[in-house]
């Protein structure tokens, strides 16, 4: 694993460090940068630092670290977000919704055009 992948989130105060997850990290050490720019939304107020999306990001781009500005004390991080690859794994998987993959950027297109849902019940 190479240090410069933990990269320290600006919302931590000075003093906050990551926790070293092991198995996180011998996942991200198994994966390339993913290529792609992916938009990894953390809300800290909600988080409660529990690791599940942590235990099951498949490329270790997330950590969990000590967070004086949480109420828990912990939250989890981007340690390495040039190697998501948009799973949105840890999004489905957090009980809290205080992670949030591509926000924005999965409706886009998808919203329903005016009149079709009329046009739709009326067969
Ligand atoms: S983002 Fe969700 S799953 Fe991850 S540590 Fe926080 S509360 Fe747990
Ligand atoms: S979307 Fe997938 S690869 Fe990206 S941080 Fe979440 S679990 Fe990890």
Redesign the pocket.
């Known amino acids: 694993m190479k240090e410069e992948n933990v990269q320290a989130p600006k919302l931590l105060a000075s003093g906050d460090e990551a926790r070293v997850n092991e198995e996180a990290l011998a996942r991200r050490a198994k994966k390339e940068p993913s290529g792609k720019k992916h938009r990894i939304t953390?809300r800290p107020f909600?988080?409660?630092?529990?690791?599940?999306?942590?235990d099951i990001c498949p490329t270790g781009v997330?950590l969990?670290s000590n967070n004086k500005r949480s109420k828990w004390g912990i939250?989890?991080i981007k340690s390495a977000p040039d190697f998501c690859i948009g799973c949105r794994m840890?999004e489905h998987?957090?009980?809290?919704f205080?992670?949030l993959i591509d926000y924005g950027e999965n409706l886009k297109g998808k919203e329903p055009e005016r009149g079709k849902m009329g046009e739709a019940s009326h067969g």
């Open positions: 953390l909600y988080c409660k630092g529990c690791g599940l999306c942590v997330l969990l939250t989890a840890c998987r957090c009980p809290d205080a992670i």
